[in-house]
């Protein structure tokens, strides 16, 4: 069964501080892999895509990261700031479809505090 | 300014009401999603299309319907609402790039009394 499996559930941070959010998945075959950011009551926004080939990607203060050998991500957030908060979502995308099917983790709820 | 548009974004509903949520795009898109999300959980796919007069359900069992007349419409309606209908529902399109993003709607809140 393909899953994607994101940790922590949920995490606090000071304002300013670094954070590192996981993602594992066995989806196959792999396509490409995409960090979301959802704030609350609004819909997700992509922060990061990354195909097969890319290990890492940066936007901004937001850094992600593959292993497709050990098939985890990770998105590392620089000088958090409170507009951070929001919970951040990985969705892995297989090719073993003409769909193209995309498959979502249950995300990671973000608080940066002052 | 191409996005995505859904309304009503709240809505509060008794039991056994027919219902439909509205999703329009001035994105240009072909592909148009709508999924379910209920709070930390991840989203499940119900329906999707292609482009007009196509459309598919989704992974999550789901006793909605859909129409697709034109491009930038994709209304889904619910004949008979049940509080177990209760959740977010995100309207995505989908680009024909290689990387094939999706972009989400802003959803709709719905609570079934």
Known sequence: KNQVEQS????????????????????????????????????????TIMTFSEN???????????????????????????????SYICVVSDRGSTLGRLYFGRGTQLTVWP | EADIYQTPRYLVIGTGKKITLECSQTMGHDKMYWYQQDPGMELHLIHYSYGVNSTEKGD????????????????LTLESARPSHTSQYLCATQDRGGHETQYFGPGTRLLVL
């Open chain 1, 8 to 47: 922590p559930q949920s995490l606090i941070i000071l304002e300013g501080k670094n954070c590192t959010l996981q993602c594992n998945y066995t989806v196959s075959p792999f396509s490409n892999l995409r960090w979301y950011k959802q704030d609350t009551g609004r819909g997700p926004v992509s922060l």
């Open chain 1, 56 to 86: 890492t990607k940066s936007n901004g203060r937001y850094t992600a990261t593959l292993d497709a050998d050990t098939k985890q991500s990770s998105l590392h957030i620089t000088a958090s700031q409170l507009s951070d908060s929001a």
């Open chain 2, 60 to 75: 999550l069992s789901s006793e909605s319907t859909v129409s697709r007349i034109r491009t930038e419409h994709f209304p």
